[in-house]
Every structure is written in C-alpha cells, then in structure tokens.
C-alpha cells in the first residue's frame, strides 16, 4: 500500500513540474520577444520583417489596351439571281479579282425577250392609234374622252415594256463593286433560282478591323485614332485608323462598337481572321505607378503598406488604370514613398520592417 502511494505521489510531483516549466519557458519567450521588439528593433537595430520595396517614381504613362478583334471584308455580298432560269453563261474565273460592272452569269432571257418584242408591237399601234385621236381631236371628230382614252393605252403600255425591259436586265448578273470572287457553286445549265447562291464577292483592300473597348475607355478613342495588331500566321504588324463609333453603348455587354480600316494590297489579310489589336489611349504626365502585388484590396477599397522610419504604414490609395504588371495611383502615394511589395499578408500597422529596395 506504502509503494502504491509513493507512486502517486512521484506521477504527481513529475506532472507538477512539466506544467511549471512549461509555464516558465513561456514567459521566457515572451519576456524575449517584448525585449527585442521594445528594445533592438524600436531603435532601429533590430532585426524586424524582411520585405521589398520601391521608391516612388512620376514618369509618362502610356495606356495601351489589349483587345481581340475580327477583320471584315469592306464590302461583301452573296451573289443571287433575281430571276429564276437556266444559266446559259459563266464570265468569271473562281479566284480572280473582277472590276465593278463586270457580267459575271447570263440567264435564258428568250422567253423574257418574246415577251418584249409582243409589248413593243403593242406599243408601236398604241402610238400610231394616239396620234390619229389627236388629230381627230383637233378637228372636232372625237371628244376629248376618246382621245383621253387612246392616250392611256398608249402610257400602260410603255409602263408594261418598261416592266419587261426591268425583268430582262435581271438576267445579267453583274459585279456591284470591285473586288476577289470566291468559288462558284453553279454550273453553266444549271437552273438558277433566287435561293441559290452564285458565289462570294469581296473587297479586301482595305480591310476593316471591328473590334469593342470597354464602356470606360469609351472617352478616351475618337476618329482617326491608331490601332496596331498582328494576326495568327502573319508575324508583321499591321496599322490601322478607326473611320467610324457606333453611336451608343451596347447595354448588354456595356461595351464600344469600334471599326478601323486598314490597307491590304497584298491581300496578307484575309476576311474572318482573329486579330489581336493593341490600342494606345491616352498619356497621363508624371504618372506614379506601382506593382499590382503591392495593392491590398479592402472593405473600402485598396491600401498600400508604405515604410516610415523603419515601420510600415498602411495608407489607402485611389487607383487608375491597371496593366499585366502595374497599376496607376491616382492619389495617396507621392514620389519618394517606399512601397512594399512583399509581406503584405504578415505585415501590419507599425510593425518594423527592413527594406530591400528593388529597381522598378
């Protein structure tokens, strides 16, 4: 019973002694931390939190925006019949480039032509009859009703062979403007429908670039302005001017519908092709600019850690523009700041930092 209690009472002695220990290597820390922090550091000797920082320089700020954008033909149509018939004739080669006014397919007109020269003969007697009621009108043998009547014929008539004429020129199809015909899907005797599609016509020189820019930036982009890209495939840089705005927002995706023109004539361009257009905006003068990292967005908006005398201060900032790699502060930053860019998530409000200041 004796060595039973003598065990109870080490096991109870020994747990004693972990808890004090414990509790004394706890308060040697904390008397060490509050040492170094009270003494070394807030004098500046001591070690505190390593970061990197930069000074705060004004320079130009050119923004350039990245967009993606589609080339469009300057002019493009499908080719149709108006008229239904046989195709009796092809003038054009797949391919080739075709001046404006050029006949490219010819329809059977016989039947449209018969029916022109029946209207003419028509005519022909209509005239020959209005101009005898007119002189019988002079003399007094016929009212003037008759004539009025012999007249009418006459003016039905010539709208009837007008309508005809009208029906016969539809069956030449001709190029509305000059440009690149693409592959034909017709054959010569082929019966042509006004459905069928002949084949393509585009004019690719120049080129237009469509492209949108945000709602924002809509300000900033007038007539005339530069747009540069590049095209997958092609590694030259093309150039190009905005020629028109559309005149309002598109309230669905809030942004800009923009066309620029941009000449082609060596038709390395081609309709339908992606391109990645950079559009430079305005230049801001002694713009200060700061890393993206170095922003720390809040409830608020967005503060920046800055060093003071060996501390960091968190100061909030209003920002501009933002690129790949920077961000314009538009207020609560001046030359000469350092500004953290590391250790954001560790640091706070007064608490010492060492700085190794980085070229920006």
Do not use: C, H, W
Request: proline share 3%.
């Amino acid at each position: 019973m004796k060595l039973k209690y003598v065990i109870y009472t080490l096991i109870v002695l020994g747990l004693a002694y972990l808890i004090y220990y414990r509790i004394s290597a706890n308060k040697k820390l904390e008397g060490e931390g509050a040492g170094g922090r009270g003494g070394k550091d807030m004098k500046g000797g001591g070690k505190g939190l390593q970061v990197e920082g930069i000074v705060v320089k004004s320079s130009d700020f050119t923004n350039n925006l990245d967009l993606s954008g589609t080339l469009e033909a300057n002019e493009s149509v499908a080719l149709r019949s108006e008229v239904s018939g046989l195709v009796t004739s092809i003038n054009f080669k797949e391919g080739a480039n075709v001046t404006k006014g050029t006949l490219l397919v010819k329809i059977n007109d016989r039947d449209i032509q018969a029916q022109l020269q029946d209207a003419l003969t028509k005519q022909q007697l209509a005239a020959t009859n209005e101009n005898r009621s007119k002189q019988l009108l002079e003399k007094g043998a016929i009212s003037q009703e008759e004539y009025d009547t012999s007249l009418a014929a006459l003016q039905s008539l010539k709208a009837q062979s007008q309508l005809i004429r009208a029906q016969l020129a539809k069956t030449s199809i001709y190029a509305p403007f000059s440009g690149k015909i693409g592959l034909r899907s017709i054959s010569t005797g082929e019966y042509l429908t006004s459905s069928t599609s002949i084949a393509n016509l585009a004019s690719i020189n120049p080129l237009k670039v469509s492209f949108s820019v945000p709602e924002k930036y809509a300000g900033q982009i007038g007539l005339n302005s530069e747009v540069s890209f590049t095209t997958d495939g092609v590694t030259k840089t093309f150039i190009g001017r905005v020629f028109a705005i559309e005149p309002g927002i598109n309230t669905q995706t809030r942004t800009l519908q923009i066309k620029a023109l941009v000449p082609n004539p060596k038709n390395e361009l081609l309709p339908g092709s992606f391109a990645k257009i950079k559009l430079s905006l305005n230049t801001a003068k002694d713009a200060i600019l700061i890393p993206n990292e170095a922003i720390i967005p809040v409830l608020e908006g967005k503060t920046v850690f800055i060093s003071k005398n060996g501390k960091a201060q968190q100061v909030p900032v209003e920002a501009g523009t933002r690129t790949a790699e920077s961000i314009v502060i538009t207020s609560g930053l001046k030359v000469g700041d350092t500004v953290l860019t590391t250790g954001a998530m560790a640091l706070k409000a007064d608490a010492p930092v060492k700085v190794t200041v980085v070229k920006n």
